[in-house]
């Protein structure tokens, strides 16, 4: 969190204290201003005025704080910093670094009155400069870059407050990040250490059109529902559906440059989890730690609830950040229904007139401001760059019908509606193939129709005939068991099968299958589709459908997942497929 | 010390007092009532002049002459080794007629949460001799995962089996001092008396009492008392995981009963309520007591926590088992019809999930087939569970051969490897060997879950053979 300054501070009385709402007297204070509340300096947030009463959303425990205490108001409203520093790092809700707050509080638990900033201000950075004196440079310009990480090249721009003007003078060398690095004729000096308030969007100049898929490496995803770069999705589920692996497989997979990873009210282990596992893995663009494109914000269920309010916020602001340099952000937010809650629990506590189950009335406002912040965006200093947010979703009782599901498909353009039967059935991803949707569909296919091969968007056509016409025949099936069905209606049951175990299906925890590239997504399909065409064939000419479903050959098109050299893999079953078929008339 | 004698409103567990000082939040109260009992109570909210106090052990008898003293300093929990062994009520005080507790510190019982950077990732395996966790559904150190159940069913005897038989493999082979290390945190949170002296009796009968510490709020006892024994009970566990090394398995129960207590606590405080009156905030209370389970870098210890919930009207949508699962890694879900099939334990494996298994099993750390068994016997349970309700419209005749293998295998599953009785403790190898068993029933070709290799080392051959015989 950004240490605000404190010259201007002005200072109230703690008036009442119920939980993390704390209302002050004689507050001089802006809506939104940061406080430091109590005789602890517990860090807070004004969120309503009236009269000569604050109120005040407290980042921290308050067992033990009691009217009487002091409340300090430093009149900047909340704000994370930006620089270098902010990958390989993993921060609370509101951007204090927890492995600084481990060292600070030396402890394993968390105390409380311990600020740090978000980035180290005492560590140099090598600036290397991409201006020359005499250029001119206006808000948001490059003017000079840092190696961050061993994956990332950090781009020292003007903030987006900043006039500009001609540049003076500038240093190359090795600097904290707030030592000035290029100087401007308006005065301004630029560092490379930003800071901007959460709640409001950096600035840039127009959102477009997004028309490059986020390729994520899952087949269901990348094959049937993808989503853009710049895009949006929400993956609602209930428990033990398989949000977090899912989560946990696109910050691993995704194909963007940066991964902001936010933690948002969940497990403490799985956070760990992430810690422990992300160093070890490689990126599979560059083949560098993960983590040296990964930032995270881990505020897990126990920790403050004002905090998990924030945040998503400070986890969006510096995904922007990112997207102002030119890169492709994912953010994920596991899960924004921990969010609302948070929202549903402040504003109870402010005894605000409920909306629909208890949640505030402005949650679908708050959700869509939130989900507009992605996007693919051209930035103000001529790159483009996106932001990709992917929001998990924990519905009450797995009941899609509720507020935070309901408000969040309004605005996202791709759905994978997770589902607790295929998970007991240990489908996994457990996306049910008829429930999603992708609205991007048509606008990447161009993509992957240059890029990966021709008939992308065909043979996925005939996969998804295929598994809608298998729901149907299941209903049948059901009712007077398969064997009453026609022969050519068993034989799509045996191919839909196929497409269900070979195909949908993805071992997250194998080495092989876990990352799964869009050309191997394409070349199962066409195995699978081989058999269907000679199987098809073969019926026709009279072969009987139980030597159909009772090929040799075939199991192999579910072990396609984890072949390395899949393309030899996938050439040799389907001439052994069309091969066995043939022979059989 | 100030006293005061200013309470102007009694409303439920609740008593509103004036004061003239500024009184901290979460702080302890002491209530003296004119015929000389004192209870104890924790402030809820504290306003300029006026403070809502909850009284652990009720309102009845507080008048408004009675007085009012504020300790200063929020709830504490007196800790030490020697609770092992020691039965206390369900605001810590000693209940069994032994000695006084010299308490080595005093911590609050407002845990505060552990850094998640500061955590370390749970995956050394907890052998339980029950099958269907341990092949099915493995628990970890460090894991919590709540046993979601229902009236009328067995959960106590399933928590006291996993309780008696838990174990680590590397425990079995070292001296008794590695053993002696583990405990049993027993936070009973409105339970019959009866269901309380099952349990005392077992641990006594087991031996086990020496080292547990017993936490026991009883059905009869305040409802708003409810809410403090889990913390009691976890502040006892981290103190003996986390300062004394020792591997802590707490069982709370039940978790039901202490939602009922806060959503009373926030009825009479005239909150806006969530989802069935239960409160909005219901989700942040609930994790900061799962949430206290775990491990720690550079400590010895471990807190795992296996929590007991009776879901209303069977039903785990319900607010108090849904919102469970959301912070829980993973669910063990006690079933109805496998009960009254004489099942035991009645564990139906399919809903149940352990979602830090795959991370603590496998070569080196279970066995190298854990996984692949563990996934095609779910794939074919479930699918043999599936066509149980085509039988009962067309009749197995009309089903296919394949069908057929899948009805056996679900039901062999049931009878020989969940059905063991709550007296068995299965080894981890028995439980795969049985598993490996039955998966031989089936086709090679059907097993595509499993590595080749692992077929050809484990198939049961001639079994296979002879099974599939039978069903032609």
Known sequence: ?585 | MKEYQTINEISGPLVYAEVDEPIGYDEIVEIETEDGRTLRGQVLESNDGLVAIQVFEGTSGIDREASVRFLGETLKMPVTEDLLGRVMDGTGQPIDGGPEIVPESREDIIGAAINPYSREYPEEFIQTGVSAIDGMNTLVRGQKLPIFSASGLPHNDLALQIARQASVPEEEEGDDEEASEFAVVFGAMGITQEEANEFMDDFERTGALERSVVFANLADDPAVERTVTPRLALTTAEYLAFEKDYHVLVILTDMTNYCEALREIGAAREEVPGRRGYPGYMYTDLATLYERAGRIQGREGSVTQLPILTMPGDDDTHPIPDLTGYITEGQIYVDRDLNSQGVQPPVNVLPSLSRLMDDGIGEGLTREDHGDVANQMYAAYAEGENLRDLVNIVGREALSERDNKYLDFAEAFETEFIDQGFETNRSLEDTLDIGWELLSQLPKAELNRIDEDFIDSYYVEDEGEAVEATAD
């Not at chain 1, 509080?105 to 740090?116: C, E, H, I, K, P």
């Not at chain 1, 709640?199 to 049937?224: F, H, I, N, Y």
């Not at chain 1, 995904?319 to 402040?346: H, K, P, Q």
């Open chain 1, 1 to 585: 969190m950004s240490q605000a300054t404190q010259q201007d501070a002005t200072t109230g009385v703690i008036e009442s204290v119920s939980g993390p709402v704390v209302t002050a007297r004689d507050l001089d204070a802006r809506m939104n201003d940061v406080v430091y509340v109590g005789s602890e300096g517990l860090m807070g947030e004004v969120i309503e005025i009236e009269g000569n009463i604050t109120t005040i959303q407290v980042y921290e425990e308050t067992s033990g704080v009691g009217p009487g205490e002091p409340v300090e108001n430093t009149g900047e409203p909340l704000s994370v910093d930006l620089g270098p520093g902010m990958l390989d790092a993993i921060y609370d809700g509101t951007q204090r670094p927890l492995d600084v707050l481990e060292d600070k509080m030396d402890s394993a638990f968390l105390d409380r009155g311990v600020d740090a900033p978000g980035i180290d201000l005492d560590k140099e950075w090598g600036f290397e400069p991409t201006v020359e004196v005499g250029d001119e440079v206006s808000a948001g310009d490059v003017v000079g870059t840092v190696e961050e990480t061993v994956t990332i090249e950090h781009k020292v721009m003007v903030p987006p407050d900043y006039e500009g003007g001609e540049v003076t003078a500038i240093e190359s060398g090795e600097f904290t990040v707030d030592e000035t690095v290029v100087e401007l004729d308006s005065g301004e000096e630029v560092t490379m250490h930003q800071e901007w308030p959460v709640r409001q969007p950096r600035p840039a100049v127009e959102k477009k059109t997004p028309t490059k898929p986020l390729v994520s490496g899952q087949r269901v995803l990348d094959g049937l529902f993808p989503i853009a770069k710049g895009g949006t999705a929400a993956i609602p589920g209930p428990f033990g559906s398989g949000k977090t692996v899912t989560q946990h497989q696109l910050a691993k997979w995704a194909d963007a440059d940066i991964v902001v990873y936010v933690g948002c009210g969940e497990r403490g282990n799985e956070m760990t989890e992430v810690i422990e596992d992300f160093p070890e893995l490689e990126d599979p663009k560059t083949g560098n730690p993960l983590m040296a494109r990964t930032s995270l914000i881990a505020n897990t269920s126990n920790m403050p609830v004002a905090a998990r309010e924030s945040c998503i916020y400070t986890g969006i602001t510096i995904a922007e950040y990112y997207r102002d340099m030119g890169y492709d952000v994912a953010l994920m937010a596991d899960s924004t229904s921990r969010w609302a809650e948070a929202m549903r629990e402040i504003s109870s506590r402010l005894e605000e007139m409920p909306g629909e189950e208890g949640y505030p009335a402005y949650l679908a406002a708050r959700l869509s401001q939130f989900y507009e912040r992605a996007g693919f965006f051209e930035n103000t200093n001529g790159t483009t760059g996106s932001v990709s947010v992917i929001g998990a979703v924990s519905p009450p009782g797995g009941d899609f019908s509720e507020p935070v599901t309901q408000n969040t498909l309004r605005i996202v353009k791709t759905f994978w509606a997770l589902d607790a039967d295929l998970a007991e059935r240990r489908h996994f991803p457990s996306i049910n193939w008829n429930e999603s949707y992708s609205l991007y569909r048509d606008q990447l296919d161009p993509w992957f129709e240059d890029n990966v091969t021709e008939d992308w968007s065909e043979i996925r056509q005939w996969a998804i005939d295929v598994l809608d016409e298998e729901a149907e025949l299941q209903e049948i099936v059901q009712l007077v068991g398969k064997d009453a069905l026609p022969e050519d209606q068993q034989l799509t049951l045996e191919v839909a099968r196929y497409l269900r175990e070979g195909y949908l299906q993805q071992n997250a925890f194998h080495p092989t299958d876990t990352f799964c590239p869009p050309e191997k997504t394409y070349l199962i399909l066409t195995a699978i589709k081989t058999y269907n065409d000679e199987a098809f064939d073969a019926l026709d000419a009279g072969v009987p459908v139980e030597d159909l479903v009772s090929l040799e050959s075939t199991p192999q098109i579910n072990r396609i997942g984890v072949q390395e050299d899949y393309e030899e893999y996938v050439e040799e079953l389907k001439e052994d497929i069309t091969e066995e078929l043939r022979g059989m008339y």
